[in-house]
């Protein structure tokens, strides 16, 4: 690897602003505002928009959708003969 051409990798915490989630990871991306974690030390934070706590596929709010109307739809549309 050539120096001084690859970005930090460093530890940030990522916080889910809707439901209160975070969690700490290694990433390149930077951020000005900071929070101390759980072991006592300072990290960079980066509020994202939807994580794993808030997205209805893994919180299992998912909703169904009408498959069966869809393709009754598609039939009358297209005919079966």
């Known amino acids: 690897m050539k ?6 990798y460093h ?3 990522f916080r889910d602003s ?4 975070a969690f700490l990871t290694r ?4 951020s000005d505002k900071t929070i101390t974690w759980t072991d ?3 990290y960079p934070v980066v509020d994202v928009d939807v994580s794993s ?3 209805p596929f893994y919180t299992g709010r ?14 009358q549309r297209y005919g079966r003969t």
Request: net charge positive.
């Open 3 to 8: 120096k001084g051409i690859h970005p930090g």
């Open 11 to 13: 530890p940030v915490v």
């Open 18 to 21: 809707g439901s209160d989630f």
């Open 27 to 30: 990433s390149t991306i930077r």
């Open 40 to 42: 006592g030390n300072t």
């Open 53 to 55: 706590a808030s997205h």
């Open 62 to 75: 998912s909703r169904v959708l009408d498959t069966a109307g869809r393709v009754e739809r598609f039939n």
